[in-house]
């Protein structure tokens, strides 16, 4: 026994400190330590208490486990920051002294050095004590600080922690206020350096994942009357009904107090994990406001045994747990019989007696609600940091020589343990505590990358739960987790809305204000041809062959569009093309009929029945454009038009140069009675033709036309045309067939007054004008239209000019042949024709 008590005593003296806060002592409950006190009055809070208790009843289940540092007993000293730095920094100073006073730099203990320091819960207060701890590689295992920079383990080599930084706190919370669709947040942050810089990460997250925050003010408990009520003011201003709180529930606790004074009871608080919900820090008055709000809390476990544990709690079993009195007069409203010391106002001291509270007292199962057993996150993580501690000495002592980490295969000398060799075990944790949670350290001394979702609900017996309503794990994506139906908002009201501006409806699109936050928006109805769904930031362009609907939410197919029969213009058209045909063919009958008269005979009986049937397919070729765009329809509809109209136009052209050639050669010296005869013409309508038909073969072999989809000429409809392939052939025929044109019009006005009834050149003439008329108005108008009115004008240029031809040169002698046949003879047109050249020989010799 003798033996097992020094090496208890020993292991006491290398035992692991636990620093927390508002606890303000040193002390061992193995019952040899020296105890120091110093507790503010009336500042008790068994919600701290607990997680000492949580260290205590670590220590005693691996003091009972075999398994873990077998044959020795596991210490502890406790340590209270107060909130402070100054007074965290100066405990921790003594504990690295081993001495009352602390002595910087020096080592005054007589024994070795503690083992590690579980603490701080504040990122404040860690990060001065981890610097100092850093220079002697003392690891320090934090159970609640999540600043970010602690990660580097080059300014921190000796912190860890047992949760995750506030990095991934920040995703999930952004992700917690975007499943909700809260979008303009308020944030209320404490007034120090950990507080400012999370919030500034924490609201470019909440940016970065669609949210805008409308203010951030800070906090602190040593904050006045008008900084408070300047933060209530600006909550009501901006008119936000989520606030994030990201800031210890001390620097809190003023604050609500003024909400609810102010009576503002219409907001939803979102706690970031530094935020621990201790409601009886808390005024009564202040918990309905907290009632409906959601917080983040690293995640947890039940820890079996530990509510046993703390049921069996009295001031007989534990008489140097100078803790538990005041958790007694907590729980049952009393005093414990105390000689207190005070001064009167004679200055004589009196002694003050209470004999309220007796140890026959004891917990029932509604006394320890007291230790608000509903959230364990910090006090289960203040139990993982103990086991991280213990494993890492079981690892120590169990070092076998030759095979240690050290140089040369060193183990740790148990007699004289450095704080470095403990650091290393430490990091090198990695088992299953008894709940089945995996304990280990990342790379950077983080571990259990993982959050829960709680919800506060508050009941009208001031029954107060939180409910664990989701998880956020990084490890399983980064979405969260949560399950809706659990959670209660304030008066069983729907789910809260947080927006600065709501969303637009479909078919219009976000448009920020000048100067505003992004979630500060008017609704601008999309452009034509676009569409939004519900609440897009910028309307969608609608596909090729799809178009807008009058709202704008949806894409609807386009029209296709073609010069069809079905249409009033495409019907009109054909029903014309027909009715000219047949007018044509009928002309064509009268003048095989009449062959034989004189005024059938004139100018060349072949050429006009050429013309004619020309003239029947020109109206024909016009069905070619009517209807839908083939490949075959495509080739010949520019080609079929442009050999017809040029053998039309040739065959004008043939017959006026007949009839100037017949004139010129009345002479029987002349030599133009060299080209009087059938060839001429032939040659004349051959070659003319032949020059448009190489233009359309070269056009057909290189670059035909062919059926196509126009997307872009219409924003609603589809147009199905043909395209023509090289436009410089189609300029090219039309061309050609206008120089034809020029020509026989020129010659024939040039020819119009030449004598003889069986001058046709007037006629030709007119017909011309009015074919070169059709087709000059025809390019501009062409030109300027699209779709089935390019292909209607088309059309209709083929049928005016073909009518003109018809019109002009066959109806005045059908009008003769049927309705004036005593005119249709050889003895008048001869008769006709002696006076008319009197008249002319006549009106030589007055102009000479």
């Known amino acids: 026994m003798a033996e097992l008590a020094v090496i208890s005593q020993f292991v006491a003296e290398l035992s692991a400190a636990l620093l927390i806060k508002n606890l303000v002592l040193l002390q061992s409950f193995d019952g040899g ?16 208490y607990r997680d000492v208790l949580a260290m205590v009843f670590a220590i005693e289940e691996i003091n009972q486990n075999p398994d873990l540092l077998p044959n020795i007993t596991l210490g502890f000293q406790i340590y209270d920051s107060c909130t402070s730095q100054i007074k965290a920094i100066g405990a921790l100073l003594q504990l690295l002294s081993g001495k009352q006073f602390s002595v910087p730099g020096y080592t005054c203990r007589s024994g070795p050095m503690p083992a590690g320091l579980v603490g701080e819960i504040l990122s404040s207060i860690s990060v001065p004590q981890a610097r100092i701890l850093g220079l002697y590689r003392f690891p320090q295992i934090s159970y609640g600080s999540v600043l970010p920079a602690l990660s580097d383990k080059l300014q921190f080599p000796s912190f860890l922690r047992t949760l995750p930084s506030i990095t991934l706190q920040n995703i999930a919370l952004a992700r917690l206020t975007g499943h909700f669709g809260w979008t303009w947040l308020g944030m209320i942050i404490s007034d120090d350096d950990v507080g400012w810089q999370g919030g500034q990460d924490l609201k470019r997250v909440i940016e970065e994942n669609g949210g805008c925050v409308a203010f951030i003010e800070r906090v602190h408990l040593s904050y006045g009357r008008d900084k408070l009520l300047h933060i209530i003011n600006m909550a009501q201003r901006h008119a936000v009904k989520v606030i994030v709180v990201h800031s210890c529930e001390v620097h809190f606790k003023n604050l609500i107090g003024f909400f609810a004074a102010q009576n503002v009871t219409d907001k939803v608080f979102v706690f970031t994990a530094s935020f621990t919900m201790t409601l009886g820090l808390f005024p009564k008055q202040t918990w309905r406001l907290f009632n409906g709000s959601l917080g983040l809390a690293p995640h ?43 001064e009167s106002k004679s200055g004589v001291a009196t002694d003050i007696i209470s004999t309220s509270c007796s140890e026959n007292q004891t917990f029932d199962k509604h006394d320890i609600f007291v230790f608000e057993l509903f959230d364990l996150s910090y006090t289960y993580h203040t139990y993982l940091a103990v086991y991280a501690i213990a494993h890492a000495l079981t690892s ?22 450095q704080p470095w060799q403990v650091l290393h075990y430490v990091r090198a944790v990695n088992v299953s505590m008894p709940n089945g949670d995996e304990l280990y350290f990342d790379r950077n001394g983080d571990a259990l990358l993982a959050y829960d979702i709680f919800n506060v609900q508050i009941f009208n017996n001031d029954d107060i739960r939180l409910i664990n309503v989701g998880s956020f794990d990084s490890q399983q994506g980064e979405e969260v987790n949560i399950n809706t139906d659990l959670i209660l908002w304030a008066d069983n009201s729907q789910v809260p809305r947080s927006v600065c501006s709501e969303k637009c409806l479909p078919g219009y699109r976000k448009a920020v204000k000048e100067g505003k936050p992004v979630c500060c928006f008017e609704c601008l109805l999309c452009s034509e041809g676009e569409v939004t769904d519900h609440g897009a930031d910028e309307c969608i362009k609608c596909p090729a062959d799809q178009w807008s609907n009058e709202k704008h939410d949806q894409c609807i197919k386009k029209k296709v569009e073609f010069l069809s029969y079905e249409e009033p213009l495409g019907l009109t058209l054909a029903v014309t093309a027909s009715l000219l045909t047949f007018v044509t063919a009928a002309v064509l009958c009268v003048f095989i009929k009449f062959g034989g008269t004189p005024i059938a005979k004139a100018n060349n009986r072949g050429l006009s029945y050429l013309l004619l049937v020309a003239l029947i397919l020109c109206f024909l070729c016009s069905f070619i454009f009517i209807g839908s765009p083939r490949k075959l329809t495509c080739m010949l509809q520019q080609t079929v038009f442009g050999v017809i109209f040029t053998l039309s136009i040739s065959a004008v052209l043939a017959k006026t140069i007949v009839v100037v050639i017949a004139f ?87 020819s119009r007054n030449l004598p003889g009834s069986f001058n046709e050149a007037k006629l030709i003439t007119f017909s011309m004008l009015v074919f070169v008329s059709v087709w000059i108005s025809f390019i501009p108008a062409y030109l300027s239209t699209r779709g089935k009115y390019m292909v209607a004008v088309e059309v209709f240029a083929i049928l005016c000019s073909s009518a ?45």
């Open 33 to 48: 330590s020296t105890i120091m006190k110093k507790l503010v009055e009336n500042k008790f809070h068994v919600r701290y």
């Open 396 to 417: 120590l002592m169990s070092c076998i020589p030759g095979r240690g980490p050290f140089v040369d295969g060193a183990c740790a000398d148990a007699n004289d343990i």
């Open 804 to 848: 003109g031809l018809l019109g002009c040169i066959f109806i005045p002698k059908c009008y003769i042949m049927l309705l004036r046949p005593e005119v249709n003879t050889r003895e008048y047109l001869v008769g006709k024709t002696s006076y008319s050249s009197k008249q002319s020989t006549l009106s030589s010799k007055q102009i000479s």
């Open 664 to 750: 010129r050669a009345t002479n029987p010296n002349s030599s133009a009675r060299k080209w009087l005869g059938s060839k001429t013409p032939s040659y004349i309508i051959f070659s003319g033709s032949m020059v448009q038909v190489l233009i359309c073969a070269v056009w057909m072999l290189t670059s035909p036309p062919f059926p196509e989809l126009n997307f872009s000429s219409y924003t609603q409809k589809i147009i199905f045309e043909c395209n023509e392939g090289d436009t410089i052939f189609f300029y090219c025929m039309l061309g050609y067939m206008g120089l034809l044109a020029t020509v026989s019009f020129i010659v024939a006005f040039l």
């Open 300 to 342: 947890y476990a039940k820890i079996p045994g530990f509510e046993e544990f703390i049921a069996h709690l009295h001031p007989l079993k534990d008489p140097n747990d100078i803790f538990i009195k005041l958790l007694w007069e907590k729980v049952f409203n009393c005093k414990w019989p105390q000689s207190m010391k005070t």
